[in-house]
Each structure stands twice: as C-alpha cells, then as structure tokens.
C-alpha cells in the first residue's frame, strides 16, 4: 500500500554518500632522516585512531606484521588521525615532519603522533605514514680528582648530587640528571640534534682540567665552550649512546703563608716579627709534560681577620706539584737560612732549588693544604774591592800602581755556583752585594795578557792581593759572611807577562748527528792541554767530556776540534774549555751555546747493576734493527775496553752482557754506539 502522501515518482535520483579509503604505514627510521629508506622496517602493533574534529573516535586500527594500517568506507567529513604514543616501542619517538617533496616516503604526523584535521573526500589516499626514530641518551661519570692531573685515576671517587643540563643550538634545557651516590648520570629519550651539557658546580669544589689525556672516556670535558662549567656541542645521533661526558672537580690545596722581616737575624720567625705587605708572590705549577708553568700570583697583605698579622699570602689552587717564588724589590735584603729548628711554621723555606727566592716542590692532594711556608729576610753582606797593575811585582798596592779596568769578577758558594757577579770600573773597582749568610770565595778574570801577582804577601790585608788559588787557578779563599757584613778589601793584582797561550777562535756547531766543537789559539808556549766541558741546561756544574792534548809542535796558529754526539737530551748545551798549564795551572775560555731541539733516537737502554762487581748487563728496546758498539772509558776520558761489544741487535728487547772483572774500582762512561749515534752512561765498579 502507497500512502496518498508519497511521492508516486520513482524515478527521482536518489542520494548516496561515496566511502574513502585512508592509510598507510608506520616504520622505524633507523637513521633518524625522516625519510622511508629500503632498509628500514615497519612497525608492528602501534594504534591509530580515526578522529572527528570534535575528538570523537571514528574507528580505530592496529599496525599490521609490516607496519601497514587502512582504514576503509569512511564516510566523507572533516577527521584527523591520532597515532598512539603508548603503543610505540620503548626508547622511541616520532621523526622529522615532511622532510621531502614526496609525500609517500616522508612522515606526515607531528611530534604528538596527530595529523591534523582536514576534509576527507570519496577518494583512496595511502600516503599517510608515520616514522619512528630511536632516542638518543647522554652521560656518564662525575669525579673527584684527587691529585688534579686532570683524568680518572682508580679510586678517585665520584659526587652525588652534581646537577647537569642538557641544552639545545636554542639555549633551550631539553633534559636533567642529578648525579647518584656513584657519580654516575643519564639522560635519556633525547631527539637527534646538538646539544651541549652544563654541569652545577658541587658545594666547595673547582672543575678540573679538561681534555688531559689521550683516552676521551677518562679525561673531564669541561672547558667552558658555552658558558661557566660548560662542554662543547656534540651531536647525537638517532639511538645513539654517548656515555663519554665526564666532570671533574676538586677541592682546592691551600699553599701560604708569610714573607717576613727576619730582625734578630737568626732564621726563626719570632712573634715580634713583622710581615712585609707588597711583596709579589708566584705560584709555579708542574704540568703533565713535565714543565714547570706560571699558575698564579698575589701581593701579600694583612691576613683576614686578624688585626696586626701582616706579609700573609694564600693561594687555593689545584691539587698537583708546585714551587713558591718570592719577587723582592732591591731593599737590600737577601734570604734567611732555610729549615733551620725544627718546627716548620716558623723556619724560613727559601731554599732558591727552583731559582732565586723560591721554595723547594712539593705535591698536594684534593683539600689538603700547606700553609707552613714562611720566607724569612734580612741586610744582604757584601764584598769588594779592587784590581790593580802590580808593576813591580811584589804583591802589595803601591800608590802609583794602576787600576785595571775590565775584570770579570765572580762569587761561587761553597757548592761552587756562580751567585753573584761585576766587572771592575774604570777605577778598578768591583762591588758583589746580596750575599746571604753563608760561605764565599771570588773568582778574577782579568783581560788578555795579565796574570795573577803573589797572593797574601803583607801583613796590611787591605793592600795585598788575594788571589791564593784556593779553589783553582785565580780564585781566592773562603769567606764566610753574617747578614750585613761588608768585606771591602778582596783585591787583585796582576803583572804583564808571558801567557801560555793566545785565544784565537772558540766555536761549536750542529753537524748532523754531533756538535762540532772547534778552537784556534796561538803563541803556545806553557800549554799542557784542554778539557772540554759541557753543562746541560738544567744542570748547574759543568762536567769534563774530554781532554785534548796541545799540539807536539806549537805554531802560530793550532787548531783543535772535539765531537761530541751525546746530544741525546733535547735543550740548551753550553760549552766551555779549561786551559791547562805545565805548571798546573789554569784558565777558562769563553763559552759558546747550541739547541738540540728534539732528541736523536728514543730507544731505551738500561745498565744493571750499578754498581758493578764482575759483570753487566745492557738492556736495549730497539725500535728497529740496529748496529750496536760498546766502549768503556775512566774518568779521565782515556779508552779503558774497545769495542767490548760490537754486534747487529734485532728490534724488540735484547739484553747483552759484559764481563768487568778485570776492571779496577772506579767511576767509569759506558759509551754505547747505535748506528753511528753516541749514547753515554755512567758505571761504578765497586769491588769487596
């Protein structure tokens, strides 16, 4: 039955709506470029939910074995689809947004894991993806450096509590961890990009050095790139674990503390004593090359908090080996004795082992302090006086004898260092001040043509000459000077006289693998021979390398060359020649200097023992392959064995041994020649 209402018309067009087809595929981008690479798999099981855009839920669907998803007969509208962050596998986000022109190899979602909503016409679109990237995580290690070198030594312990900051190229904090009780922290689920990390400075403490060391895992990577107590940028890759980032921190030595004015002169810091305020103070550090390096300077002052205590210094450094140095404007003062007494706070530490004013080294721990250093002062002694022409030659200063300008004049403690030097006026005077208290002796060079006059031959010890020879030729007696004590009556005489020789030409020069040394003299006529001597720059004594004989037939000029190829130290080499006498006596040439810059070969050779009884052993680690000349020289230079091993040794460690029963007791030079190159080491023979 028809109603008389309805439409008797069945021919009228009727309304149908077209279903839609959306999808497509959910995969892991491994190399977090947000783009579908063939290598790269689906992701199976993550949710997807079809949306209105009032957020009701349309459909929703599950990733299939290969990471596909469709939803199919969607009616058309507007809907935006919602993929599930908790159905992702863990330590994974959603990649870059449309990276490419392509839509069907890109990622459509946003970092929320939603496309947005839009019209959905009768249509098949399969270009709906969604990329997961692997998280990135940073850490690891925050430590007390103990000894302050700068890297992670066994039982250096770590910090708890140490916060750090991960920040983004945008200044942005993208993520935090607070150290554990182990000093361990990570920070995890980190987009790929560039980072660099800040670290909060724990209560009390100092970061380190950073990036001492060869090995990155172990070193401290603070170097302030992007602020206080902060790295570089690094860039973390998608899944990448970076645990590599490591703080250290130290709490800081304390060095101090008095540089005083020593009134009684006794070396002892009394409590009446005053401190002098000013004084410039320089704190030396030894570095992981073995170099010492400037570290810091202060003024002394008044002590904090105390309201008369003045001359006070105190430094807060890091842990490590470090030397005091001491600048003392010219007041004329000079050092007290040090580590007299035994009570350590209040004895004087300027020992000058590091140079003038400084203290010797020592070596600090994280926190511990040494605050015992006091540097005791008082009136520097003093000597002079003059150097005349004893023209008639009876060792006295007659008052129409003349001065002779232009002697080099030098004071040697007792250890025979060089501490203090002048060259006479034009008046013949010489004056030697900041002496300390202590032992001296005088040393005369005077010019060409002049030898020295009879010493001590009046009783008028201010008119005669001085120069005894006591500690070698032209050299004086000891004096031993008390702090303000001025001896103005150490004086020279010379005569004109036959010399034994005439000083020509002195030089030295590289030669390959060897220092060419080479001098001329002339008019030789009392000379016995030469020894070559040879200090290094860090030494303070010169030492005999060689003695040349004089030519057998003197003529106007003789030349004479030595080689020396133990040049093996890199550094400064001075040379100097002592001329000697039939009669014994002596004179010094001019010194000359060379630079080696590097040394001539790294094997290492190693004698045992030393001292020796019957036998040696020489133990070599060859880099290659090498001929190998053993002699054996005595102290004076002279050839003792040759050739006493001569043999090719192959790379790696060899060991030789030599027979030395036969050898007398005594300091002798083991002269080890690798492939032409010279190598010399010391050998005691000491027999029952």
Same mark, same amino acid.
Request: glycine share 10%.
């Given at each position: 039955?028809?109603?008389?209402?309805?439409?008797?018309?069945?021919?009228?067009?009727?309304? /149908?709506?077209?279903?839609?087809?959306?999808?497509?595929?959910?995969?892991? @981008?491994?190399?977090?470029?947000?783009?579908?690479?063939?290598?790269?798999?689906?992701?199976?099981?993550?949710?997807?939910?079809?949306?209105?855009?009032?957020?009701?839920?349309?459909?929703?669907?599950?990733?299939?074995?290969?990471?596909?998803?469709?939803?199919?007969?969607?009616?058309?509208?507007?809907?935006?689809?919602?993929?599930?962050?908790?159905?992702?596998?863990?330590?994974?986000?959603?990649?870059?947004?449309?990276?490419?022109?392509?839509?069907?190899?890109?990622?459509?979602?946003?970092?929320?894991?939603?496309?947005?909503?839009?019209?959905?016409?009768?249509?098949?679109?399969? !270009? /709906?993806?969604?990329?997961?990237?692997?998280?990135?995580?940073?850490?690891? %290690?925050?430590?007390?450096?103990?000894?302050?070198?700068?890297?992670?030594?066994?039982?250096?312990?770590?910090?708890?509590?140490?916060?750090?900051?991960?920040?983004?190229?945008?200044?942005?904090?993208?993520?935090?961890?607070?150290?554990?009780?182990?000093?361990?922290?990570?920070?995890?689920?980190?987009?790929?990009?560039?980072?660099?990390?800040?670290? %909060?400075?724990? &209560?009390?403490?100092?970061? !380190?050095?950073?990036?001492?060391? /060869?090995?990155?895992?172990?070193?401290?990577?603070?170097?302030?790139?992007?602020?206080?107590?902060?790295? $570089?940028?690094?860039?973390?890759?998608?899944?990448?674990?970076?645990? @590599?980032?490591?703080?250290?921190?130290?709490?800081?030595?304390?060095?101090?503390?008095?540089?005083?004015?020593?009134?009684?002169?006794?070396?002892?810091?009394?409590?009446?004593?005053?401190?002098?305020?000013?004084?410039?103070?320089?704190?030396?550090?030894?570095?992981?090359?073995?170099?010492?390096?400037?570290?810091?300077?202060?003024?002394?002052?008044?002590?904090?908090?105390?309201?008369?205590?003045?001359?006070?210094?105190?430094?807060?450094?890091?842990?490590?080996?470090?030397?005091?140095?001491?600048?003392?404007?010219?007041?004329?003062?000079?050092?007290?004795?040090?580590?007299?007494?035994?009570?350590?706070?209040?004895?004087?530490?300027?020992?000058?082992?590091?140079?003038?004013?400084?203290?010797?080294?020592?070596?600090?721990?994280?926190?511990?302090?040494?605050?015992?250093?006091?540097?005791?002062?008082?009136?520097?002694?003093?000597?002079?006086?003059?150097?005349?022409?004893?023209?008639?030659?009876?060792?006295?200063?007659?008052?129409?004898?003349?001065?002779?300008?232009?002697?080099? #004049?030098?004071?040697?403690?007792?250890?025979?260092?060089?501490?203090?030097?002048?060259?006479?006026?034009?008046?013949?005077?010489?004056? /030697?001040?900041?002496?300390?208290?202590?032992?001296?002796?005088?040393?005369?060079? $005077?010019?060409?043509?002049?030898?020295?006059?009879?010493?001590?031959?009046?009783?008028?010890?201010?008119?005669?000459?001085?120069?005894?020879?006591? %500690?070698?030729?032209? !050299?004086?007696?000891?004096?031993?000077?008390?702090?303000?004590?001025?001896?103005?009556?150490?004086?020279?005489? %010379?005569?004109?006289?036959?010399?034994?020789?005439?000083?020509?030409?002195?030089?030295?020069?590289?030669? +390959?693998?060897?220092?060419?040394?080479?001098?001329?003299?002339?008019?030789?006529?009392?000379?016995?021979?030469?020894? #070559?001597?040879?200090?290094?720059?860090?030494? +303070?004594?010169?030492?005999?390398? &060689?003695?040349?004989?004089?030519?057998?037939?003197?003529?106007?000029?003789?030349?004479?060359?030595?080689?020396?190829?133990?040049?093996?130290?890199?550094?400064?080499?001075?040379?100097?020649?002592?001329?000697?006498?039939?009669?014994?006596?002596?004179?010094?040439?001019?010194?000359?200097?060379?630079?080696?810059?590097?040394?001539?070969?790294?094997?290492?050779?190693?004698?045992?023992?030393? $001292?020796?009884?019957?036998?040696?052993?020489?133990?070599?680690?060859?880099?290659?392959?090498?001929?190998?000349?053993?002699?054996?020289?005595? &102290?004076?230079?002279?050839?003792?064995?040759?050739?006493?091993?001569?043999?090719?040794?192959?790379?790696?460690?060899?060991?030789?041994?030599?027979?030395?029963?036969?050898?007398?007791?005594?300091?002798?030079?083991?002269?080890? !020649?690798? @492939?032409?190159?010279?190598?010399?080491?010391?050998?005691?023979?000491?027999?029952?």
């Amino acid at each position: 039955n028809v109603s008389s209402n309805d439409d008797e018309d069945d021919s009228d067009p009727a309304k /149908i709506s077209a279903a839609s087809k959306l999808g497509d595929y959910v995969w892991k @981008d491994i190399n977090g470029n947000g783009i579908q690479d063939f290598f790269e798999p689906g992701v199976e099981g993550v949710v997807v939910t079809l949306r209105d855009c009032n957020d009701n839920i349309i459909e929703t669907q599950v990733t299939d074995s290969e990471g596909f998803y469709q939803f199919v007969d969607v009616q058309p509208g507007f809907y935006y689809l919602l993929f599930d962050d908790d159905s992702l596998p863990r330590g994974c986000a959603w990649t870059f947004q449309d990276v490419d022109f392509d839509d069907t190899i890109d990622s459509d979602v946003d970092l929320t894991g939603r496309i947005p909503c839009r019209p959905i016409a009768a249509m098949q679109d399969s !270009t /709906i993806d969604a990329g997961l990237l692997i998280l990135a995580s940073i850490g690891d %290690f925050v430590w007390e450096d103990i000894d302050g070198n700068g890297v992670q030594d066994i039982g250096e312990p770590g910090i708890e509590g140490v916060v750090i900051n991960l920040i983004d190229l945008m200044g942005v904090v993208q993520g935090t961890a607070t150290t554990d009780i182990n000093g361990e922290w990570i920070i995890e689920d980190i987009y790929p990009g560039s980072y660099y990390l800040q670290y %909060f400075t724990p &209560a009390g403490y100092d970061a !380190t050095f950073d990036n001492n060391g /060869i090995n990155d895992a172990l070193d401290s990577d603070i170097d302030n790139s992007n602020g206080v107590n902060t790295t $570089p940028y690094t860039y973390l890759d998608s899944g990448e674990d970076d645990l @590599d980032w490591d703080a250290g921190f130290y709490r800081c030595a304390k060095i101090g503390e008095t540089v005083w004015y020593d009134v009684n002169e006794n070396d002892i810091r009394e409590t009446t004593e005053n401190g002098i305020n000013g004084i410039t103070v320089n704190l030396y550090r030894l570095n992981e090359l073995g170099n010492w390096v400037f570290y810091e300077t202060m003024l002394t002052g008044n002590k904090p908090g105390a309201a008369s205590e003045d001359g006070y210094y105190k430094f807060c450094a890091a842990p490590g080996t470090y030397y005091v140095e001491v600048i003392l404007p010219p007041y004329g003062l000079v050092p007290a004795r040090a580590n007299i007494g035994n009570d350590d706070t209040i004895d004087s530490d300027v020992t000058n082992a590091n140079g003038s004013g400084t203290t010797s080294a020592f070596t600090l721990l994280s926190s511990q302090s040494k605050c015992d250093l006091g540097h005791g002062y008082y009136p520097m002694a003093q000597v002079g006086d003059r150097a005349w022409h004893d023209e008639n030659s009876n060792g006295m200063q007659d008052p129409s004898e003349q001065p002779i300008p232009g002697v080099q #004049v030098r004071a040697y403690d007792a250890s025979g260092t060089i501490v203090g030097q002048d060259v006479t006026d034009a008046q013949g005077r010489y004056n /030697i001040g900041y002496l300390a208290q202590e032992g001296y002796y005088l040393s005369f060079t $005077p010019p060409a043509g002049f030898a020295p006059t009879d010493g001590n031959m009046g009783s008028d010890e201010a008119m005669d000459s001085d120069v005894d020879h006591s %500690f070698g030729y032209l !050299t004086t007696d000891m004096y031993y000077l008390m702090p303000g004590d001025s001896i103005p009556n150490i004086d020279a005489g %010379f005569i004109e006289g036959i010399l034994p020789l005439d000083w020509v030409s002195f030089t030295a020069k590289s030669v +390959d693998d060897h220092h060419l040394i080479e001098w001329t003299t002339a008019n030789e006529i009392n000379n016995d021979h030469f020894v #070559v001597e040879r200090r290094l720059e860090l030494e +303070d004594t010169y030492t005999s390398i &060689a003695i040349v004989e004089a030519t057998d037939a003197p003529k106007d000029l003789n030349d004479y060359i030595h080689r020396d190829f133990d040049i093996t130290v890199a550094g400064n080499y001075y040379y100097r020649l002592k001329q000697v006498d039939f009669d014994g006596n002596y004179a010094y040439s001019d010194v000359v200097r060379l630079n080696v810059e590097k040394t001539i070969r790294d094997t290492d050779i190693k004698l045992s023992p030393n $001292p020796a009884i019957n036998e040696i052993f020489l133990e070599f680690n060859m880099a290659q392959t090498g001929n190998i000349q053993v002699d054996i020289l005595d &102290a004076s230079g002279k050839l003792v064995r040759q050739n006493a091993v001569q043999q090719v040794l192959k790379a790696g460690e060899q060991i030789v041994g030599l027979d030395v029963h036969d050898i007398v007791n005594g300091v002798y030079t083991v002269q080890i !020649t690798l @492939d032409g190159q010279l190598i010399n080491k010391k050998l005691i023979v000491l027999k029952n």
